[in-house]
T-cell receptor, first 116, second 114 residues
Framework: AQKVTQAQTEISVVEKEDVTLDCVYE???????LFWYKQPPSGELVFLIR??????QNEISGRYSWNFQKSTSSFNFTITASQVVDSAVYFC?????????????FGKGTKLTVNP | DAGVIQSPRHEVTEMGQEVTLRCKPI?????LFWYRQTMMRGLELLIY????????DSGMPEDRFSAKMPNASFSTLKIQPSEPRDSAVYFC????????????FGQGTRLTVV
């Protein structure tokens, strides 16, 4: 069975602070994909990143960076110099790469509040 | 591209009524997903289609729920009869061919059953 755990239910920071959102996953598959989605207060789900299990290189996109560590089954997300607009619920998700299922298994999400 | 389009954005209905949610996927995408989001259960997959064929409907809660995809550009999720516990945000998402793709979500339909 596949499972995604986001242990941090809510995080509150002050603008310009760095913040890391944790994601730990469980799967018996050797190949899989990991994702992060952002859900701002307006409610839509916005795709942020997809990571293949074969690729453990960290990725940086502007103020966003992702740290994938297969040894600890973690795919953490860091926002550098946070801004008020980063306030949202962030979801980590897992999907099989084999077996024909494209189902995304989501964590419960972490609500991030960035205060001015 | 207009993205995944869902309608209506909000729906309030009385218990026992039929509710139909609609989705237009991104043109060219061949996989379509219906997810439900609640406070208690989070985001859960209800059903997904590949090339208009239902592949996994194990998340459909019960016979009151049904989904169709008559063509590549349209899908419906129907609840009949609706119950208060069906109140949730229902998301439709679509993705392209192959596993090396991501799903793009619509803005969701907020359903309230009173």
């Amino acid at each position: 069975a596949q499972k995604v755990t986001q242990a941090q239910t809510e995080i509150s920071v002050v603008e310009k602070e760095d913040v890391t959102l944790d994601c730990v996953y469980e799967t018996r598959d050797t190949t899989y994909y990991l994702f992060w989605y952002k859900q701002p207060p307006s409610g839509e789900l916005v795709f942020l990143i997809r990571r293949n299990s074969f690729d453990e290189q960290n990725e940086i996109s502007g103020r966003y960076s992702w740290n994938f560590q297969k040894s600890t089954s973690s795919f953490n997300f860091t926002i550098t110099a946070s801004q008020v607009v980063d306030s949202a619920v962030y979801f980590c998700a897992l999907r099989r790469a084999q077996g024909g299922s494209e189902k995304l298994v989501f964590g419960k999400g972490t609500k991030l509040t960035v205060n001015p | 591209d207009a993205g995944v389009i869902q309608s209506p954005r909000h729906e309030v209905t009385e218990m026992g009524q039929e509710v139909t949610l609609r989705c237009k996927p991104i043109s060219g995408h061949n996989s379509l997903f219906w997810y439900r989001q609640t406070m208690m259960r989070g985001l859960e997959l209800l059903i997904y289609f590949n090339n208009n064929v239902p592949i996994d409907d194990s998340g459909m809660p019960e016979d009151r729920f049904s989904a169709k995809m008559p063509n590549a550009s349209f899908s419906t999720l129907k609840i009949q009869p609706s119950e208060p516990r069906d109140s949730a945000v229902y998301f439709c998402a679509s993705s392209g061919t192959g596993v090396n793709t991501e799903a793009f979500f619509g803005q969701g339909t907020r359903l309230t059953v009173v």
